[in-house]
């Protein structure tokens, strides 16, 4: 479960924010997580509610929005989004599909990131 690891990390960086704008509390986390990370939404803000437990985070709510991925076919050149169907999100497999030429030579060019967006915190 990497989720845990990736919610401290997020805690991580709100908490560095807030200290550096001298805030007293850390009220919401908005996130931008690509689809093909993995990362399963629930799981994550269970472990971010674990994380920030006795912090300056405590009760944030956690927001997050899920971003296709992406894919370049080697091939054709054409770029097409990409979802992960859920025997991929089980084994973490999944060769993707050009949907114009339906070659399997592509390659992922969005989707693997994920990115703090916004820190909302009330200020001392």
Do not use: W
């Not at 990362?39 to 944030?60: C, D, Y």
Request: overall charge neutral; some cysteine.
């Amino acid at each position: 479960m990497h989720e845990f690891a990736f919610a401290y990390d997020i805690f991580k960086i709100a908490e560095a924010t807030a200290i550096k704008y001298n805030a007293k509390k850390i009220s919401q986390v908005y996130l931008e997580i690509g689809e093909l990370t993995l990362i399963v939404p629930e799981l994550l803000k269970q472990s971010f509610k674990m994380a920030t437990a006795g912090s300056i985070a405590e009760g944030a709510e956690l927001k997050i929005e899920i971003l296709p991925g992406k894919i370049k076919c080697r091939e054709c050149g054409k770029e097409s989004t990409v979802t992960l169907n859920e025997e991929s999100q089980l084994t973490g497999l999944q060769l993707f599909q050009c949907k114009f030429c339906h070659s399997k030579n592509t390659e992922i060019i969005e989707g693997k990131k994920a990115n703090v967006k916004n820190i909302k915190i009330q200020e001392c």
